[in-house]
Nanobody
């Protein structure tokens, strides 16, 4: 049974850092794309980044480029999202998802991802 479990969310001050983890199980996650999405209250779910061994480099949304990094942690078998220099606009529930083999050109389309975690809340506030 495919499962994704997110962890690491919490309250962080603007300018601070946070690292989220996505722990996949029930399938060989190494061969599949793992993406991070987020959803703020009253807004649509938006893609943040995606990781796949079949893609040259991970894509990032314009909103987080240069501040966030997606990391495949081989030791812990997780796909992490390192969030640096966070801003209040980063406040959202963060989800990891899997489904396709590659991130590819349409990595930001949620409909391509068939399996989702339950999400972890990130709140950026002073």
């Amino acid at each position: 049974q495919v499962q994704l479990v997110e962890s690491g969310g919490g309250l962080v001050q603007p300018g601070g850092s946070l690292r989220l983890s996505c722990k996949p199980s029930g399938f060989d996650a190494g061969g599949y794309a793992i993406a991070w999405f987020r959803q703020a209250p009253g807004k649509e779910r938006e893609a943040v980044s995606c990781s796949s061994i079949w893609d040259e480099s991970p894509p990032y949304s314009e909103a987080v480029k240069g501040r966030f990094a997606i990391i495949r942690d081989g030791a812990n078998k997780t796909v992490d999202l390192q969030m640096d220099n966070v801003v209040p606009g980063d406040t959202a529930v963060y989800f990891c998802a899997t489904g396709p083999l590659r991130c590819g050109q349409f990595w930001d389309k949620a409909a391509r991802f068939s399996n989702w975690g339950q999400g972890t809340q990130v709140t950026v506030a002073s």
